[in-house]
């Protein structure tokens, strides 16, 4: 077993932290990490959607993962930052960027250092955890970016960056005009 370890490629996350708590997301969907920049804010869009940056000529939606696990928003300090990620919606990439209050460190974690999720106790559902990994005496979350940005959430963002993909028209079409307009 040890040699099985020994020869096993770890797994990279981005840590950062979010309301005290710290998160990770898998490294090979994090695209890059820029400096925070308000965001336009735009009508009709979930409270978690803060709005969008333009990045290097492409709409980028921002999400306040705060709001997305029912915490107050998050307040830009000195060190917040916009981690830009690349989720999945339907097999289709969706680029969005995710409010941090730091960035902290990128990890390597073996199978056996991650433990599953734990059924409470802690500030997000369960099932946008993908375990919790073990760095010396401290856990930290590992995020599910996928379910965290859930194909509503994705609807949205999408519809603001302006939809494109057959996976977004389709559920454009499916989604109906919007409801208190």
Known sequence: M?????SEKPAQYLTFTLAGDEYAAGILQVKEIIEYQPPTRVPQTPASIRGVINLRGKVIPVIDLAVRFGLPPLQPG???CIVVVEAKLEGEPAVMGLLADAVNE???LLSGD???PPPFGTRVRVDYLVGMGKIGQKFVLLLDIDRVLSAADLLSAA????ATTPAEAALSASAGPPTGA
């Open 106 to 108: 990128v990890i390597d």
């Open 2 to 6: 040890e040699k099985a370890q020994a």
């Open 114 to 116: 991650i433990e599953p």
């Open 159 to 162: 519809s603001v960056a302006g």
């Open 78 to 80: 000195k060190r917040t």
